[in-house]
């Protein structure tokens, strides 16, 4: 299939667009590169534009029959959000809808789109499945949610079907090294841990050590980001084989803590790393985590890289090459 990769510089999409080449399918990637970066693109057509660019996206469109479009060009800092509301809803719900237009425009049918666990809010209970109530507490949960929300109307007056797919923590990198996670700044814990164990910064905070869990720190679900790129790769196929809209959580369906994957850091590394303990932030839930029962009933996944100390181990990889080639970074 020919699919249009939005935000395919960033972290999860260039991911995406190599599991995408690896699988046969031709691949063009749209991506502003506000967060992304040109390098991390490792093939297939590349187009710099907007989603806010109306008349470049109608254009990419016309040169192109695509057979499905996979959406990864959201802003992702839920303290930004709520510090700067409207980028959030601008770029994240509002320039959504551009694609979408583009889309019912030129005649595309099929749509994957990456949401979050955050427009559940604070969980009600745990693990986390699609029935739990959505009730998102930040313009970036809220962001989302409007976007999920715009999909099924899509789906009803156009017959644009689309799977939403709800990360819960994506971490790691790709397995061959060749990428990785790249944010700035970052806010992600195992890339934060692992830039203390190499001295690129030079400790890691724990807000929080009296959480109700087993040694009182906060427990969340880490999936591995090929793991995530699988299971998009997945949704399209359902989606090409007549398979109707519908939403999955994707975790790895089971929790770890801050202070396990501190200690996890430290074998896989065989570093010391400096921890600092600082008071609870607030809005942080003790457990987040997936029941992802569903995307493996109905999609077929399963996670390949559920370990932690495998995730850790990639994304160590990444941040040793982040380290010796300190231009990498853009």
Known sequence: ??????GGAGYIGSHMVKLLLRAGHVVVTLDSLVTGYRDAVVGGEFVQCDLADRAGLDEVFKQHAFDGVMHFASFIQ???SVLKPDLYYRNNFCNTLNLLDAMVAHGVKRFIFSSTAAVFGEPDYVPIDEAHPAHPINPYGISKWMVEQALADYDKAYGLKAICLRYFNAAGADP????????DPETHLIPLVLQAASGRRPEIAVFGRDYDTPDGTCIRDYVHV??????HLQALAALA??????????GNGNGFSVQEVIDAARRVSGRNISVKDATRRSGDPARLVANS???????????EFADLDVI???????EIKMNANPQVEG
């Open 1 to 6: 299939m020919k699919v249009l990769v939005v």
């Open 78 to 80: 839920v303290g930004e």
């Open 176 to 183: 061959e090294g060749e990428l990785g996670e790249r944010h």
């Open 226 to 231: 090929m793991d995530l790129c699988q299971a």
């Open 241 to 250: 084989a007549g398979g109707k809209s519908d939403a999955f959580n994707l």
């Open 293 to 303: 029962e569903r995307a493996k009933s109905v999609l077929g996944w399963k996670p």
């Open 312 to 318: 850790v181990e990639h994304a160590w990889n990444w």
